[in-house]
C-alpha cells in the first residue's frame, strides 16, 4: 500500500514540475511574442524611424 502511495506522489510531482516548465515555456514564448509584436507595429507606425535625416 505505501508503495503505491509512494508512486502516485512520485507521479504527481512529476507532473506538477513538467506543468510548471510547460507553462514557463508558454509564459516566455508569449512574452517574446508580445515584445515582437511591439516592435513591427511600432516599426509599422512609424516606417522613418531609422532615418537619421530629418
Same mark, same amino acid.
Request: glycine share 8%; proline share 7%.
Given at each position: 500500500m505505501s508503495r503505491n502511495v509512494?508512486?502516485?506522489?512520485?507521479? *504527481? $510531482?512529476l507532473v506538477g514540475a513538467a506543468w510548471i516548465a510547460f507553462d514557463a515555456l508558454i509564459a516566455l514564448g508569449v512574452g517574446v511574442g508580445a515584445?515582437?509584436?511591439?516592435?513591427?507595429?511600432? $516599426? *509599422? &507606425? &512609424?516606417?522613418?524611424? %531609422? %532615418? %537619421?535625416?530629418?
Open positions: 509512494i508512486f502516485v506522489v512520485l507521479l *504527481l $510531482g515584445i515582437v509584436a511591439f516592435v513591427v507595429i511600432s $516599426g *509599422l &507606425n &512609424n516606417p522613418h524611424m %531609422d %532615418d %537619421d535625416e530629418p
